[in-house]
């Protein structure tokens, strides 16, 4: 199922051919500055939910950010029910291209990051997820510090285990906290200026700027590195599990560079 304003997209087309124009804006870019412009974003859907048979909202996330798209069937917006129709069918953390207009919505926005919406006009799925995903990121994504206090009133939380998210990794790296890592790696290493290259071992210099950066940024001269690459390591050092071109070892870093393995 598929037209200009909606639809799956088949696999074919995905395939770049031509190049298109057409320019996507980052979620964690849309703020109250955008309002009134179109943009096209994508991301995954990461919460559903439609009312009524004329609308329908759609949470669209991308790394850390997330916007709430709205969607109101009306000859207004171009909207049909079918595009309602459509997008409350597309399972959650499938992928999503949305294009649309920038708004203010009246009442504060709390559930997501942006406090913009998005006035959908064409909504595609890219890929869909599974109807039913081997666990829900909100529990994934929970903290110990939430646990606790379930527990304290009496309350119950799913707990998604290790072997869990080990068995389904890809999944895993979606939740906050993996991405604020990877967020935290990038900036790390952008401001240390110095180029490493990514399958080599860390030399004095780039060990001692890495640390005199986190003593700046944490406050902390103790800090840990994993997964070094598999080449740069003893030969008894065992493969990442996931990916055997990485080690399955850590180094603790204290007091700018020295350390213990």
């Given at each position: 199922m598929s037209s200009e304003n909606y639809g799956d997209i088949p696999f074919?087309?995905?395939?770049?051919?031509?190049?298109?124009?057409?320019?996507?804006?980052?979620?964690?870019?849309?703020?109250?500055?955008?309002?009134?412009?179109?943009?096209?974003?994508?991301?995954?859907?990461?919460?559903?939910?439609?009312?009524?048979?004329?609308?329908?909202?759609?949470?669209?996330?991308?790394?850390?950010?997330?916007?709430?798209?709205?969607?109101?069937?009306?000859?207004?917006?171009?909207?049909?029910?079918?595009?309602?129709?459509?997008?409350?069918?597309?399972?959650?953390?499938s992928v999503v291209d949305i294009e649309g207009v920038v708004s203010l919505p009246e009442k504060p926005i709390e559930a997501t990051t942006q406090k913009v919406e998005i006035q959908v006009r064409k909504v595609h799925c890219i890929n869909r997820a599974i109807p039913t995903l081997p666990f829900n990121l909100q529990d994934a994504a929970r903290s110990e510090?939430?646990?606790?206090?379930?527990?304290?009133?009496?309350?119950?939380?799913?707990?998604?285990?290790?072997?869990?998210?080990?068995?389904?990794?890809?999944?895993?790296?979606?939740?906050p906290a993996n991405q604020a890592i990877f967020r935290i790696e990038s900036h790390i290493g952008g401001e240390a200026g110095t180029e490493i290259e990514p399958m080599s071992d860390l030399n004095t210099e780039a060990e001692k700027k890495l640390g005199r950066l986190v003593k700046e940024k944490y406050g902390t001269e103790f800090f840990i590195l994993h997964r070094y690459p598999l080449a740069v390591r003893p030969f008894y050092t065992m493969p990442c599990y996931d990916d055997p071109a990485y080690s399955n070892s850590f180094d603790v870093f204290i007091r700018d560079g020295y350390y213990i393995i």
């Amino acid at each position: 199922m598929s037209s200009e304003n909606y639809g799956d997209i088949p696999f074919e087309e995905l395939q770049s051919k031509t190049i298109s124009g057409r320019s996507w804006t980052d979620i964690d870019d849309l703020d109250e500055a955008a309002a009134g412009r179109s943009v096209l974003i994508c991301g995954f859907a990461q919460a559903i939910r439609q009312v009524g048979k004329k609308r329908a909202f759609v949470v669209l996330r991308d790394r850390i950010s997330t916007v709430q798209c709205v969607l109101s069937a009306s000859d207004d917006t171009g909207v049909s029910m079918q595009i309602i129709k459509f997008a409350a069918s597309i399972s959650k953390e499938s992928v999503v291209d949305i294009e649309g207009v920038v708004s203010l919505p009246e009442k504060p926005i709390e559930a997501t990051t942006q406090k913009v919406e998005i006035q959908v006009r064409k909504v595609h799925c890219i890929n869909r997820a599974i109807p039913t995903l081997p666990f829900n990121l909100q529990d994934a994504a929970r903290s110990e510090a939430e646990f606790h206090m379930a527990e304290q009133s009496g309350q119950k939380l799913a707990r998604v285990h290790q072997d869990t998210r080990l068995d389904h990794r890809v999944l895993d790296l979606r939740t906050p906290a993996n991405q604020a890592i990877f967020r935290i790696e990038s900036h790390i290493g952008g401001e240390a200026g110095t180029e490493i290259e990514p399958m080599s071992d860390l030399n004095t210099e780039a060990e001692k700027k890495l640390g005199r950066l986190v003593k700046e940024k944490y406050g902390t001269e103790f800090f840990i590195l994993h997964r070094y690459p598999l080449a740069v390591r003893p030969f008894y050092t065992m493969p990442c599990y996931d990916d055997p071109a990485y080690s399955n070892s850590f180094d603790v870093f204290i007091r700018d560079g020295y350390y213990i393995i």
